[in-house]
């Protein structure tokens, strides 16, 4: 069983920085690949960030390239994502989540989750 708690989420205006971060127990955090998800009211939930278990090679879709950066600190169990230039759209709910595969974008291949931080961008 692994527990992940997120932490970090706030309001911040547009074209703001926030970084959330989430931390990990209960199995050995390194071995796992770490994504960041996001959901809107109403809307599915959507991939946002995610770094492999070992080289640390980083993926990102394109409303978030260039903006968002996914990095782990493997001594301290936690996953960051540092998002830059924020916009009212990025307004969701967001969540890491762990995957034993060596990276993933899709919810499903995710095994435990955390229960999210809200973060929302201000116009």
């Known amino acids: 069983q692994v527990q992940l708690v997120e932490s970090g989420g706030g309001l911040v205006q547009a074209g703001g920085s926030l970084t959330v971060s989430c931390t990990a127990s209960?199995?050995?955090?390194?071995?796992?690949?770490m994504g960041w998800f996001r959901q809107a009211p109403g809307k599915e939930r959507e991939f946002v960030a995610a770094?492999?278990?070992?080289?640390?090679?980083?993926y990102y879709p394109d409303s978030v390239k260039g903006r968002f950066t996914i990095s782990r600190d493997n001594a301290k169990n936690t996953v960051y994502l540092q998002m830059n230039n924020l916009k009212p759209e990025d307004t969701a709910v967001y969540y890491c989540?762990?995957?034993?595969?060596?990276?993933?974008?899709?919810?499903?291949?995710?095994?435990?989750w955390g229960q999210g931080t809200q973060v929302t961008v201000s116009s």
């Open positions: 209960g199995r050995t955090f390194s071995n796992y690949a």
């Open positions: 770094i492999s278990w070992n080289y640390g090679n980083t």
């Open positions: 989540a762990t995957t034993p595969r060596w990276v993933a974008s899709r919810p499903h291949e995710y095994s435990y």
